[in-house]
């Protein structure tokens, strides 16, 4: 049986290539992530809370020697030094209501790819939402190839739960993710949801993670006993 620890321990993503699932619908995302070469060296890589963008920018920064920053945290005298690695910028549309972080991305922009180097560019939705008032830099984003992660299927599903228990280092009984595939709301937002409320109810219960607790949080059905797990 499962063993539910009594104390909680922080959650720790693992951000390694293997620790991402491939799925049909991330193939054509770990794919271009992978390439050697993007069309203009330049890459906007988009998709849902949750789907994956910042474990792929980790992979692709590990293989490249790239740099990774937010989109927010951007500083206009860190570009010259930030435009001699490969970078990846994230959560790019945060930054729409801020000319001075838009003004610096588009330094970013130019000089990295002056510099013959990789740029990757994140966001939920795809490029042309972004609606960045700078015009030069929105243009310059359409402009980037756009590769999109789409909504998970049961395999990726799956997986993304399996990993989520496992970053919180938790051991659910075998037929609680088959469950949650079924019955949760099809998004990798709701999967990182229904772990953490699974992790905190189990914990403050002392419980163990089964399958009549993930019944009782979906409120799918009565939770029935334990000896049924």
Known sequence: MATQLSFDLPSKTALGRGDFFVSPANALAVAMISATSWP????????PAGAGKTHLAHVWAAETGGRIVQAAALRFDDV????????????????????????????????????GRALLM?????????????????????????????????A??????????????????????????????RSFE?????????????????????RSLAVRLLNAEPEQ?????
């Open 225 to 229: 006993s334990d000896a049924c797990d």
């Open 80 to 115: 010259p030094e930030l435009a001699q690695s490969p970078v990846a910028v994230e959560d790019v549309p945060l930054i729409s209501a801020d000319p001075e972080q838009q003004k610096t991305l588009f330094h970013l922009h130019n000089l990295v790819l002056a510099e």
């Open 156 to 185: 990726l599903l799956g997986a993304v739960l399996a990993k989520l228990f496992t970053d919180r280092q938790l051991n659910p009984g075998p037929d609680v993710i088959a469950y949650l595939v079924k019955h949760m709301d």
């Open 40 to 47: 203009g060296n330049k890459l906007v890589l988009s998709g």
């Open 190 to 210: 709701a999967a990182s949801n229904i772990v953490t409320e699974l992790d905190h109810v189990a914990l403050s219960e002392k419980r163990d993670i089964t």
């Open 122 to 154: 994140t966001g939920r939705a795809a490029p042309k939402q972004w609606h960045l008032p700078l015009a030069d830099l929105q243009s310059r984003v359409e402009g980037a190839h756009h590769v999109a992660l789409d909504a998970p299927d049961d």
